[in-house]
């Protein structure tokens, strides 16, 4: 079984740019999660889906954080403009509703550093 | 609102020992706890998770234990090696299937 896919590994913006994250979730995976991990600090829940509707996005700043996942299947996060304080690991990770959806598998993350 | 406390921080041990990680959590209302390994800069890797009606969980050389009444987890670690150098994290499943983090124990194994 595949895991969940992430891209791209690596991404250097400036501030004032914005930047956009993919997320594979594994095959079945009805839930979907974005996590924002600072240095130093445990990952952060950003937002959750359920299908391709939103259950949880009470921590995304909505200002500059935007999240998507058409077709319930693969999602995107994007931030427009970014900060300096959005240098972070952003992490993915799918669950699946048929084990009762209690336990969550990450992908790789993706390293983003803004200068 | 649960919070997850990890002790210690940062941890450095010489190549055998056997060393243990503190986790607790305030909100003892939980489906599971896990424990993940993080190499710097990475994702995350699940260790072990136990369910809420478990104690015990073992893999190889790691046992993690579960206290969910005093809201606490040790991850047991064997024979410490250098490759066990990492951040482990402990997290709780807690309602809506939420995942709390806390911020993690940074081990180092020297040689």
């Known amino acids: 079984e595949a895991g969940v896919a992430q891209s791209p590994r690596y991404k250097i913006i400036e501030k004032r740019q914005s930047v956009a994250f993919w997320c594979n979730p594994i095959?079945?995976?009805?839930?979907l999660y974005w996590y924002q991990q600072i240095l130093g600090q445990g990952p952060k829940l950003l937002i959750q889906?359920?299908?391709?509707?939103?259950?949880?996005d009470s921590q995304l700043p909505k200002d500059r954080f935007s999240a998507e996942r058409l077709k319930g299947v693969d999602s995107t996060l994007k931030i427009q403009p970014a900060k300096l304080e959005d240098s972070a690991v952003y992490l993915c990770?799918?669950?699946?509703?048929?084990?009762?959806?209690?336990?969550?598998?990450f992908g790789p993350g993706t390293r983003l550093t803004v200068t | 609102k649960q919070e997850v406390t990890q002790i210690p921080a940062a941890l450095s041990v010489p190549e055998g020992e056997n060393l243990v990680l503190n986790c607790s959590f305030t909100?003892?209302?939980?489906?599971?706890l896990q424990w993940f390994r993080q190499d710097p800069g990475k994702g995350l890797t699940s260790l072990l998770l136990?369910?809420?009606?478990?104690r015990e969980q073992t893999s190889g050389r790691l046992n993690a234990s579960l206290d969910k009444s005093s809201g606490r987890s040790t991850l047991y670690i064997a024979a410490s090696q250098p490759g066990d150098s990492a951040t482990y994290l402990c997290?709780?499943?807690?309602?809506?299937?939420?995942?709390?983090f806390g911020t993690g124990t940074r081990l180092q194994v020297t040689l």
């Open positions: 095959s079945g995976h009805a839930t």
């Open positions: 990770a799918s669950s699946s509703l048929r084990t009762g959806g209690h336990e969550q598998y």
């Open positions: 136990i369910q809420s009606s478990q």
């Open positions: 889906f359920q299908n391709n509707g939103v259950v949880d």
């Open positions: 909100d003892s209302a939980i489906y599971n």
């Open positions: 997290a709780v499943t807690g309602t809506a299937s939420k995942l709390t």
